[in-house]
């Protein structure tokens, strides 16, 4: 009896182990067609930067004359104009923002892009972007867009150029809005706002866990079986130069970061999303999720 309980134990562990590994393994092609989409993002904001001072794109700075959008200031540096802006400027297509993984029936490729008098623009002769491309899947007309960036506001600002740092995630195929983290002695605990999110079976059999590709400043993308930034417990000093930790909350030395968990009290950490709405501040900007 006690050797079929031993026998059962070992093809449960090796059930866990394995299944992810199988079903990665089963979608193999569609996982480096995502990463090839993804590297391509960050190549085409890279490409951006290297003709705006180092900056990936803010509308908002584009966009003085407020022909394209009806939307003020920095209420335009939303994902769809983000976006938006990189394909009217050739630097990618608007086939790249769809991943080959995603599941939501919702988000689709926007066909009909038009870079010479979008209608949807507040004065389409002189529009920068054509503002029908969608990031909201929230919507009745759905979204154009599977990929989240770093929130562009902040003390993340440094991050939003190319600053070339491997430990400063970019870019990600979207994950699940993850409502709290807690640590303790080193370990991360996370709860998510929605345990069924559609997200934690983009490249996992396994609906408890979020895996994806991340792309990095320094344009290279890791996939990833988690959602920390660099993907192992880092070395705060080394791979994080510039995370800022509140007085009282430094760790000993090594920080897990949680990319898509806006934390309080930590500024500069890693936050990623898909944003309809965005603003001076923090607060300013929206999320959505699914």
Same mark, same amino acid.
């Given at each position: 009896?006690?050797?079929?309980?031993?026998?059962?134990?070992?093809?449960?562990?090796?059930?866990?182990?394995?299944?992810?590994?199988?079903?990665?393994?089963?979608?193999?092609?569609?996982?480096? $067609?995502?990463?090839?989409?993804?590297?391509?993002?960050?190549?085409?904001?890279?490409?951006?930067?290297?003709?705006?001072?180092?900056?990936?794109?803010?509308?908002?700075?584009?966009?003085?004359?407020?022909?394209?959008?009806?939307?003020?200031?920095?209420?335009?540096?939303?994902?769809?104009?983000?976006?938006?802006?990189?394909?009217?400027?050739?630097?990618?297509?608007?086939?790249?923002?769809?991943?080959?993984?995603?599941?939501?029936?919702?988000?689709?490729?926007?066909?009909?892009?038009?870079?010479?008098?979008?209608?949807?623009?507040?004065?389409?002769? $002189?529009?920068?972007?054509?503002?029908?491309?969608?990031?909201?899947?929230?919507?009745?007309?759905?979204?154009?867009?599977?990929?989240?960036?770093?929130?562009?506001?902040?003390?993340?600002?440094?991050?939003?150029?190319?600053?070339?740092?491997?430990?400063?995630?970019?870019?990600?195929? $979207?994950?699940?809005?993850?409502?709290?983290?807690?640590?303790?002695?080193?370990?991360?605990?996370?709860?998510?706002?929605?345990?069924?999110?559609?997200?934690?079976?983009?490249?996992?059999?396994?609906?408890?866990?979020?895996?994806?590709?991340?792309?990095?400043?320094?344009?290279?993308?890791?996939?990833?079986?988690?959602?920390?930034?660099?993907?192992?417990?880092?070395?705060?000093?080394?791979?994080?130069?510039?995370?800022?930790?509140?007085?009282?909350?430094?760790?000993?030395?090594?920080?897990?970061?949680?990319?898509?968990?806006?934390?309080?009290?930590?500024?500069?950490?890693?936050?990623?999303?898909?944003?309809?709405?965005?603003?001076?501040?923090?607060?300013?900007?929206?999320?959505?999720?699914?």
């Amino acid at each position: 009896m006690l050797d079929v309980i031993i026998i059962v134990i070992v093809l449960l562990v090796l059930a866990v182990t394995l299944i992810p590994t199988y079903f990665i393994g089963k979608h193999a092609d569609v996982l480096l $067609r995502d990463a090839t989409q993804v590297r391509g993002i960050g190549q085409g904001m890279t490409l951006w930067a290297d003709s705006n001072d180092g900056r990936y794109p803010m509308p908002s700075k584009i966009d003085r004359p407020d022909a394209t959008v009806p939307e003020i200031d920095r209420a335009k540096d939303t994902t769809a104009n983000i976006m938006a802006l990189l394909v009217s400027d050739r630097h990618i297509t608007t086939e790249l923002l769809v991943s080959p993984a995603e599941k939501n029936r919702r988000v689709s490729v926007y066909k009909e892009y038009d870079t010479e008098k979008p209608e949807a623009a507040v004065d389409p002769a $002189r529009a920068l972007w054509d503002p029908g491309l969608s990031a909201d899947f929230t919507s009745e007309t759905g979204g154009n867009i599977s990929y989240a960036h770093l929130i562009p506001v902040g003390e993340r600002l440094e991050m939003w150029s190319n600053t070339y740092e491997a430990s400063e995630a970019i870019l990600s195929i $979207r994950g699940p809005e993850i409502s709290k983290v807690s640590r303790t002695e080193g370990q991360v605990k996370t709860w998510f706002s929605n345990p069924r999110s559609i997200t934690l079976r983009t490249f996992s059999s396994n609906k408890s866990w979020w895996s994806g590709n991340i792309a990095y400043n320094d344009n290279h993308v890791d996939f990833h079986n988690n959602w920390y930034a660099h993907d192992k417990v880092t070395q705060t000093g080394e791979y994080f130069p510039r995370l800022k930790f509140p007085e009282g909350k430094e760790p000993d030395s090594f920080y897990h970061d949680v990319i898509f968990h806006d934390e309080e009290g930590f500024p500069s950490n890693h936050y990623l999303g898909i944003f309809t709405r965005a603003g001076e501040t923090k607060e300013d900007y929206k999320a959505i999720w699914d």
